[in-house]
């Protein structure tokens, strides 16, 4: 066993075995991790200039804010129904084109694939700056180009959607087995046929799963987009917010919840049937 600084100063402890062999333990790594850790939260608090006497004398405000919420003002729902339907169909039209967009960019992200580095690289590439930009900037860089509206939040949700899903497919796609895509290919399928009857089956389960849960995700991510400008629900929340009218934040919030919790547990239900 060779030994390393800390084994010097945390000395192994030696085992000696029925035939005579004498082995080694290393001392636990773990003491040393802690301190790491502790001094790595410190060096945080420092930077960053955290002070927890605040959360303590202050920190009740946080519900104070909230109690104001209760009971919700129900005769603000009707106002609520068009914005949150524009949060939806927001949410589910930038999820779909963006998961379809996603489908070419792994296929030309996957080195098992396409075997020229040049072109994977730069679409790994490609990916990991689309995955870099807030969707909230995204929204308000297209607020610029096209106008308030829902518009600008689908093309922020899109771009997130075809980075998240891209990423993660032409991960799993380099995992796959190419056993039968190799054949296919020696069969003189082209790539794209090969891949469509050899690959496709393997990743199609996970390629839904990961849409639908970027589906779930972004109804959440929309409701800050209005912040923005860039429509939904969260120009009210927002309207609201600015008024301190917080029994109409109130009303918001849970209406935002009860959707939220029905499209996680429907696509929760597909997503196990998918697996």
Do not use: C
């Amino acid at each position: 066993m060779k030994e390393t600084v800390y084994d010097k100063i945390f000395k192994p402890k030696s085992y000696t075995l029925e035939n005579g062999k004498t082995v080694k333990q290393r001392a636990s790594r773990t003491p040393l991790i802690l301190v790491m850790v502790f001094l790595a939260i410190y060096a945080s608090f420092q930077v960053t200039g955290v002070d927890l006497s605040l959360i303590l004398t202050r920190g009740n405000e946080f519900f104070v804010i909230i109690w104001s919420m209760f009971p919700p003002d129900f005769e603000f729902l009707p106002n609520i129904w068009k914005p949150l339907f524009d949060t939806i169909q927001m949410s589910f039209l930038g999820s779909l084109i963006g998961a379809l967009l996603a489908v070419p960019l792994a296929l030309l992200s996957s080195s098992n694939v396409i075997k020229n580095r040049f072109l994977n690289g730069f679409f790994k590439l490609f990916l990991s700056i689309l995955r870099t930009l807030p969707t909230l900037v995204l929204a308000l860089i297209f607020t610029f180009l096209f106008g308030l509206g829902t518009m600008a939040g689908t093309l922020a949700i899109l771009i997130f959607s075809a980075s998240y899903v891209g990423k993660l497919m032409y991960e799993h796609i380099e995992n796959v087995d190419m056993g039968a895509f190799e054949a296919q290919e020696s069969m003189g399928l082209s790539k794209v046929r090969a891949f469509r009857y050899a690959i496709v089956p393997e990743v199609l389960p996970t390629y839904l799963s990961v849409s639908l849960y970027a589906f779930e995700g972004n109804v959440r991510y929309a409701a800050i987009l209005g912040y923005v400008g860039a429509g939904g629900i969260g120009l009210v929340l927002n309207e609201r917010l600015g008024w301190r009218d917080y029994p109409s934040v109130g009303m918001v919030l849970l209406v935002l919840m009860v959707v939220v919790f029905i499209i996680e547990r429907v696509s929760e239900y597909f997503r196990r049937k998918l697996s």
